[in-house]
């Protein structure tokens, strides 16, 4: 079956930690996007890619950090200068970058203590 | 810029009962218009889209209707189901510009049997 696979499903860090989320698409899509949720507020876009080795900073980047080494891969780490970690991260993909129906995993909550 | 307005929830219905979730829009250019379903604990579904003025999009017996002159993408279904329970997202995209979804705050469904 086709689609995104994000792990671990929870994940707790102590604070100061840095923390990567995965995320893996079989999708053969080129572009792939991390979003952030929070109660009430939607959801907030983090980084972006377009295609491999390259990426753009979405809305709240700071305290994030991305790598898009391969096609299929787009981890996120969340670095101890993010202040407020702990949330819903949600990763998703698309056919291309102008390509507007995204396709997006099961996410991964993050709890940092 | 652009951005999505939302009903505030929750809404809470009982079995049967026919639903609508507001959703208006501001944006430049001409947008597609979006609705994403999140069942509890899961990413995000595209729901039903319409991609100019006048289109009606449908899906799973939802039904959204393109107004331009209003500005607005309104979610309804005549008769829902206590599987329709979840968070709804109407969501814009625009070519041309920051190429990205914009969402809205999500509006959160309850059915009860």
């Known amino acids: 079956d086709g689609g995104i696979t994000q792990s671990p499903k929870y994940l707790f860090r102590k604070e100061g930690q840095n923390v990567t989320l995965s995320c893996e698409q079989n999708l053969n899509h080129d572009a792939m996007y991390w979003y952030r949720q929070d109660p009430g507020q939607g959801l907030r876009l983090i980084y972006y890619?377009?295609?491999?080795?390259?990426?753009q900073k979405g809305d709240i980047a700071e305290g994030y950090s991305v790598s898009r080494e391969k096609k299929e891969s787009f981890p996120l780490t969340v670095t101890s200068a993010q202040k407020n970690p702990t949330a819903f991260y949600l990763c998703?993909?698309?056919?291309?970058?102008?390509?507007?129906?995204?396709?997006f995993g099961p996410g991964t909550r993050l709890t940092v203590t | 810029g652009n951005s999505v307005t939302q009903m505030e929830g929750p809404v809470t219905l009982s079995e049967e009962a026919f639903l609508t979730i507001n959703c208006t829009y501001t944006a430049t250019g001409y947008p597609s218009l979006f609705w994403y379903v999140q069942y509890p604990g899961e990413g995000l579904q595209l729901l039903l889209k319409?991609?100019?003025?006048?289109d009606k999009g449908s899906n799973k017996g939802f039904e959204a209707t393109y107004r331009k002159e209003t500005t607005s993408f309104h979610l309804e279904k005549g008769s829902v189901q206590v599987s329709d329970s979840a968070v709804y997202f109407c969501a814009l995209y625009t070519q041309g510009g920051s190429e990205k979804l914009v969402f809205g705050k999500g509006t959160k469904l309850t059915v009860n049997p």
């Open positions: 890619s377009q295609i491999v080795n390259d990426f």
């Open positions: 998703a993909s698309s056919i291309w970058s102008g390509f507007y129906e995204q396709y």
């Open positions: 319409a991609t100019k003025a006048d």
